[in-house]
């Protein structure tokens, strides 16, 4: 039996507020496939935090949320530029080359975010017939080794995809960890910073499967029912997810749930420090820590506490905190690693 799971904010339950919402939406009959209050709701919401042209579509799940989003904006022979490390790149099973047909452009980073100039790099067969065409940058934020991009960061990739016609995509499943880290709200690093699609993450965030495709760009708006329907990612009973988001986007839930999150990850990486043979692979600005550390210590606290490795012949591993991570439940995983460390 395992003390504490520090493998995923997946494996979190769902914060008590997200249980109201959901028991409160239960009550009575309400119109299918978000033709629903609950649903109106949330879209208002959604114009609310990330602007008056923002469009929000809830969704089952991140990876759906992702392949519905870059769906508006790509056409058979188009590619999309993403860091080496992205999620559609190495957790969604090729489904952007199998469901979407396109070809990804993967660029190594040492820290998982891009740059202009990577992008400036894989614009150079930009109407050659023999090449496929560069059409979306897709970034993730948080990334998916917890660093984040600033708003300046996000402006200046946003400038230069739309400088060469191309657009900005971003993967919000850690979103809210990402602004709670950075002080700022959501709009400053979506809206503001110039992103055309992005995915808003709720799952990883306290709800229970519910995500979102939010779109600023009006011109794709009139697709997203028809692409969401062919990615079957339509929910029948949408009320339910619609009043998880609109409960994250209420009084700041996203960020109450997600500034907890990361300060348990930094109360993590702050106990690390006096503990032998033990470093972080990159800076922690997020809820996710990566760290090497020995095999044998690795596996002598897998006895009791549930997390994998990264990069197994590396020594990574990585640890992630969640809503309701506690204190207590950190400096326990602490005593015990200090142990397996000295031992």
């Known amino acids: 039996m395992y003390s504490k799971s520090f493998a995923s904010d997946n494996h979190a339950g769902v914060h008590p507020t997200i249980l109201e919402a959901i028991a409160t939406a239960n009550h009575g009959d309400a119109p299918a496939y978000g033709d629903d209050s609950w649903t109106s709701t949330f879209q208002g919401k959604a114009k609310e935090v990330f602007g008056a042209g923002a469009e929000g579509f809830p969704v089952l799940n991140g990876a759906g949320a992702n392949m519905v989003g870059l769906a508006l904006m790509l056409g058979r022979f188009d590619a999309i530029i993403c860091a080496e490390s992205a999620h559609i790149a190495t957790h969604e099973a090729g489904a952007s ?10 660029v190594p980073t040492n820290d998982g975010k ?53 657009r900005l995509h971003m993967d919000g499943a850690r979103l809210a960890n990402a602004a709670a880290h950075l002080g700022s709200d959501l709009k400053a690093i979506t809206t503001d910073a110039g992103v055309d699609v992005f995915s808003f993450g709720g799952t990883k965030n306290g709800a229970l499967a519910a995500e979102a495709v939010v779109v600023l760009d009006s011109t794709l708006s009139r697709a997203v029912p028809f692409l969401r329907r062919q990615s079957l990612q339509l929910a029948s009973k949408m009320r339910f997810i619609s009043a998880q988001l609109t409960a994250l986007l209420t009084d700041d839930l996203w960020r109450q749930n997600a500034d907890h999150a990361n300060q348990m990850a930094t109360r993590l990486a702050h106990g690390l420090e006096d503990i032998p043979g033990v470093a972080l692979a990159y800076p922690v600005q997020s809820n996710a820590l990566f760290a090497v550390l020995p095999q044998s210590v690795a596996e002598t606290l897998r006895q009791r506490y549930l997390f994998h490795y990264w990069d197994e012949p590396a020594g990574v591993v990585r640890w992630m905190t969640a809503f309701d991570t506690t204190a207590e439940h950190v400096d326990d995983f602490l005593d015990d690693l200090r142990k397996a460390a000295t031992a």
């Open 97 to 106: 080359e199998r469901l979407l047909g396109v070809k990804l452009m993967t």
């Open 114 to 166: 891009l740059r202009p100039d990577d992008i400036k790099a894989r614009l150079g067969g930009i109407g050659n017939p023999h090449e496929s065409q560069p059409t979306v940058v897709s970034i993730s934020q948080a990334t998916e080794v917890g660093t984040c991009y600033s708003p300046a960061e996000i402006a200046a990739l946003a400038e230069t995809a739309h400088a060469a016609g191309l």
